[in-house]
């Protein structure tokens, strides 16, 4: 079993739908990651949280420290927002290294 | 103010050859992280180097692999004698602070991506 399980692995939405991208994990860890990888290729940090929450545009991200899960939440989505979203975390014991979870590909259409 | 700069974007080499890969951290980051992604699968970590020195090696195969970050310079991921399974996207990421003081926002580049023939 992975370390790091997200869900769902494929996700297509409409444009302007409320998405969730859910994250689960069963280490201890430092912090969680949300990244996206664009179809060129590219990484980009979305988020470093250790608890609650955090908000950046049309971007939230949640963590429960205690059930050991995160959610990305994606508000009037677009069909720019398509891209694969990573949950990655810092366990206690290894700093900055991340485990990385498989990845949700996110499919918004027009 | 680059981000952390990898090249090159692509590499195609034989069975046999050797591969260079090259990261330049962002400007004042001295911990540069290396991660491969093979197709269809995920991210997975390599090596964790701060200047001069190797941190954390445990994810990189025993042979053929082997991992640099000079005084002065760009780290280089060195493959030797590669062969297609090595064909993967290798990005490299770095942060400021210093691993063990908890996790830090980490910048990656935009990749590498090996093919081998």
């Known amino acids: 079993k992975n370390e790091v399980e997200q869900s769902p692995q494929n996700l297509t939405a409409q444009e302007g739908e409320f998405i969730t991208i859910n994250c689960s994990y069963s280490?201890?860890?430092?912090?969680l990651h949300w990244l996206q990888q664009h179809p060129g290729g590219g990484i980009v940090s979305l988020f470093m949280?250790?608890?609650g929450k955090k908000k950046h545009g049309r971007l939230i991200a949640t963590i429960n420290i205690q059930e050991k899960h995160s959610s990305l939440h994606i508000t009037a989505s677009h069909p720019r927002d398509s891209a694969v979203y990573i949950c990655?975390?810092?366990?206690?014991?290894?700093?900055?290294?991340?485990?990385f979870g498989e990845g949700t590909q996110l499919t918004v259409n027009p | 103010n680059a981000g952390v700069m990898q090249n090159p974007r692509h590499l195609v080499r034989r069975r046999g050859q050797e591969a260079r890969l090259r990261c330049s951290p962002m400007?004042?980051?001295?911990?540069v992280y290396w991660y491969r992604q093979l197709p269809e699968e995920g991210l997975k970590f390599m090596v964790y180097?701060?200047?001069?020195?190797?941190?954390?090696e445990s994810g990189m195969p025993k042979e053929r692999f082997s991992a640099e970050f000079p005084k002065e310079g760009p780290s280089i991921l060195r493959i030797q004698q590669v062969v297609r399974g090595d064909s993967a996207a290798y990005f490299c990421?770095?942060?400021?602070?210093?691993?063990?003081?908890?996790?830090?926002?980490?910048?990656f580049g935009a990749g590498s991506r090996l093919t081998v023939l």
């Open positions: 990655a975390v810092s366990k206690e014991t290894s700093g900055s290294r991340l485990t």
């Open positions: 400007k004042g980051h001295s911990h």
């Open positions: 280490v201890g860890i430092s912090a």
């Open positions: 180097l701060q200047k001069e020195n190797i941190i954390d």
């Open positions: 949280l250790s608890s």
């Open positions: 990421a770095s942060s400021l602070l210093r691993a063990g003081a908890g996790a830090n926002v980490l910048t």
